[in-house]
Nanobody, 115 residues
Framework: QVQLVESGGGLVQPGGSLTLSCTAS????????MGWYRQAPGKQRELVAT????????NYADSVKGRFTISRDNAQNTLYLQMNSLKPEDTATYYC????????WGQGTQVTVSS
């Protein structure tokens, strides 16, 4: 029973920054590999970034490497995505989830990058 709640999205100009948060309920969060996903209109949901539970090793989609940073605070059951140098193509609904278990998707948080 893990519940995921994303927040922090909004409207930002190209080149701007935004930090997303994902708060997860449940005691197993600390041992879950976690990731951020996004889905743009008319497109499939894609994996943006991942972070492991054991070492907090990270991985990123090529499209966001060098611009996004995923992190986690296990004490707060929270996952973060720091987004810098945002581009219009980053516009999407962003979700957090784990690839380790089948967890119900949250509502996501909308990020719109536009001038």
């Amino acid at each position: 029973q893990v519940q995921l709640v994303e927040s922090g999205g909004g409207l930002v100009q190209p080149g701007g920054s935004l930090t997303l948060s994902c708060t997860a309920s449940g005691s197993i969060f600390r041992i879950l590999n976690m990731g951020w996903y996004r889905q743009a209109p008319g497109k499939q949901r894609e994996l943006v970034a991942t972070i492991t539970w054991r070492t907090s090793a990270t991985n990123y989609a090529d499209s966001v490497k060098g611009r996004f940073t995923i992190s986690r605070d296990n004490a707060q059951n929270t996952l973060y995505l720091q987004m810098n140098s945002l581009k219009p193509e980053d516009t999407a609904t962003y979700y957090c989830n784990s690839g380790d278990q089948s967890i119900t998707w949250g509502q996501g948080t909308q990020v719109t990058v536009s001038s």
